[in-house]
């Protein structure tokens, strides 16, 4: 079928037609007018995944989603297909994430590296940096500055929480409130950090999404059931059992 032939065709055409032939060139077809769809979810969740892939990284592996999603539609069983490659192209960015990004690549070393840089420019200017300034002085995108600073708050945050109590934590105070003046915590923040991530390596995968969407992504819950297409209570549900199995790994390495 030429593609002048293709063009004067409607979608559910086409699909009637592929289902019969597989033809390789209704499939191209297709995916070209599907291709807005990834454009769509990309623009959406670009600020996800901002600072470890492009939006041209999320369509490429979204025109590859588009055509397994042909193959494997079935309009008897499934949603309109707008729908159906909508949600997978979703739940595709959300493994992309999860397997490349929910803590950014040499974290622990760019960690350092700010924290260095942060303590450098207060010295000399006398008074601390934005984002904006500390990243032009690293020569670092102000995204994966603003992210790194995001993760390092999450995991300071969750290993205080849910290592010590009320009455642990009196007993690690010192007279200066600036904990980068705390020898005492400054160490222990650095040995959490690094138990916690392990201990969030451990989580299921929907548990280690929703931990990621709201501590480093600063998602509230509406918006990370939105993004998951889960209900908010599911997602609850998630955060609940997440931060439980967590203080439970922590727990267990302080014996």
């Given at each position: 079928m030429g593609s002048e032939a293709l063009a004067e065709k409607t979608n559910e055409e086409l699909f009637s037609v592929y289902r019969k032939t597989h033809d390789p060139a209704i499939r191209q077809e297709l995916t070209l007018r599907y291709v807005y769809i990834v454009k769509a979810v990309a623009y959406q969740?670009?600020?996800?995944?901002?600072?470890?892939?492009?939006?041209?990284?999320?369509?490429?592996?979204?025109?590859?989603?588009?055509?397994?999603?042909?193959?494997?539609?079935?309009?008897?069983?499934?949603?309109?297909?707008?729908?159906?490659?909508?949600?997978?192209?979703?739940?595709?960015?959300?493994?992309?994430?999860?397997?490349?990004?929910?803590m950014p690549r040499n974290y622990h070393k760019d960690r350092r590296t700010i924290d260095d840089a942060r303590d450098a420019y207060t010295r000399k200017n006398g008074h601390a940096p934005t984002d904006e300034e500390l990243a032009d002085s690293l020569h670092m995108d102000v995204k994966r500055v603003q992210k790194i600073q995001r993760m390092?708050?999450?995991?300071?945050?969750?290993?205080?929480?849910?290592?010590?109590?009320?009455?642990?934590?009196?007993?690690?105070?010192?007279?200066?409130?600036?904990?980068?003046?705390?020898?005492?915590?400054?160490?222990?923040?650095?040995?959490?950090?690094?138990?916690?991530?392990?201990?969030?390596?451990?989580?299921?995968?929907?548990?280690?999404?929703?931990?990621?969407?709201y501590y480093v992504e600063e998602l509230n819950m509406n918006q990370i059931a939105e993004v998951m297409e889960i209900s908010q209570p599911r997602v609850s549900q998630l955060h609940s059992s997440a931060i439980k199995k967590l203080k439970k790994y922590m727990a267990d390495q302080e014996m």
């Open positions: 969740m670009r600020d996800m995944y901002t600072g470890s892939m492009q939006p041209e990284d999320i369509i490429n592996e979204g025109v590859i989603e588009i055509m397994k999603a042909i193959d494997r539609y079935d309009e008897e069983r499934d949603n309109k297909f707008e729908t159906f490659i909508s949600r997978r192209i979703r739940g595709m960015v959300i493994d992309l994430i999860r397997k490349n990004d929910w390092q708050t999450m995991t300071n945050v969750l290993s205080l929480d849910m290592t010590y109590d009320d009455q642990d934590q009196a007993l690690l105070q010192v007279p200066t409130k600036n904990i980068d003046e705390q020898p005492e915590k400054s160490f222990l923040r650095g040995e959490m950090t690094s138990t916690l991530a392990h201990a969030i390596d451990q989580l299921k995968d929907n548990e280690k999404m929703v931990i990621s969407l």
